[in-house]
């Protein structure tokens, strides 16, 4: 039988989507949890343990001296992104799809496990509900037995394993959005504002042309267009290369049709990023009316 080992004890969420991620490609493998060399040494995968990145005996840790490496922007290698370097063209279907997996999911693991900070905090206290946390919070006991703790083990990688394929089948739309938001973008005459007939996860596209600054859409409650706004930068709740106009925002309805003229307006975001309206004409009157304000 197929045999992934890792260590004992306390996990992380770095070993934990290594497994997961192995087990993806090998759903009848046994997995053990131990730092005993004489049980590592035979093991068919070996991850976040034994001290050697051996990618073609598929070792994959990343303690030693030296570690396993970093990627062009200097984040560094973990067990899980080292696993999903080597298997995730595979598991996603494609080179694109498995850097988008990387870029979303492996990269903050790894820095993570590496003690790499990605964000700032402008909250004393503050910071975000990681899936780290998530997995941690089923650790319950801060002296819990090992056979405990396995069996909390295998269930979060469960976990992992689910989520994993969820998002695998998440980069492959991305992928096929990112394909017809470009022939749409060509085939657009003025491109400040880009009209999709479906909607679309068109910010990895259209964020690297310079000229669009509104997307029309259809809304996903199938009655209404929206109208939203480019980002001017790829940070979260960044600034946008052009707000809708300030005498918009929280307006909705009669008072936002008589605001903009609009007699299907429906509503303007007090953020002032998004509005929409009942129909395509209506959505695109006032994309033209914010991008001349």
């Not at 080597?86 to 990269?107: Q, T, V, W």
């Not at 394909?179 to 479906?198: C, M, P, Q, S």
Request: with cysteine; proline share 4%; glycine share 6%.
């Amino acid at each position: 039988m197929t045999t992934i080992a890792t260590h004992n004890s306390t996990y992380h969420a770095d070993d934990v989507f290594a497994v997961a991620t192995i087990l993806l490609i090998e759903p009848e493998a046994r997995v053990i949890r131990t730092r005993d060399k004489d049980l590592i040494s035979p093991a068919d995968y070996v991850v976040d343990v034994g001290m050697e990145y051996e990618p073609e005996k598929n070792r994959f840790d990343h303690h030693q001296l030296g570690g396993a490496g970093k990627r062009e922007n200097g984040i560094q290698y973990a067990s899980a992104g080292l696993v999903w370097r080597k298997f995730g063209e595979i598991l996603a279907g494609g080179k694109r799809e498995a850097e988008i997996i990387d870029r979303i999911f492996m990269e903050p693991l790894d820095a993570h496990d590496n003690g790499m900070p990605i964000a700032e905090y402008r909250y004393e206290g503050i910071r975000d509900y990681s899936i780290v946390d998530f997995f941690y919070s089923y650790l319950s006991k801060p002296n819990d037995s090992e056979e405990n703790l396995y069996k909390i083990f295998m269930n979060v990688v469960g976990v992992a394993k689910e989520l994993l394929v969820r998002e695998i089948n998440r980069a492959k739309e991305t992928v096929l959005s990112e394909v017809a938001v470009e022939e749409i973008y060509e085939a657009t005459k003025d491109k400040r504002v880009i009209i999709l007939e479906k909607e679309h996860n068109w910010y990895s596209t259209l964020m690297q042309k310079p000229e669009p600054v509104y997307v029309i859409y259809p809304r996903n409650d199938g009655v209404s267009w929206g109208v939203k706004c480019v980002p001017a930068t790829s940070k979260v709740f960044g600034t946008r290369r052009k707000d809708l106009p300030i005498a918009w925002g929280g307006k909705t309805d009669e008072e936002l049709q008589k605001i903009t003229g609009v007699p299907d307006a429906l509503f303007a975001h007090r953020g002032l990023f998004m509005a929409s309206a009942k129909t395509r004409e209506g959505a695109i009157a006032l994309a033209e009316l914010a991008l001349n304000a």
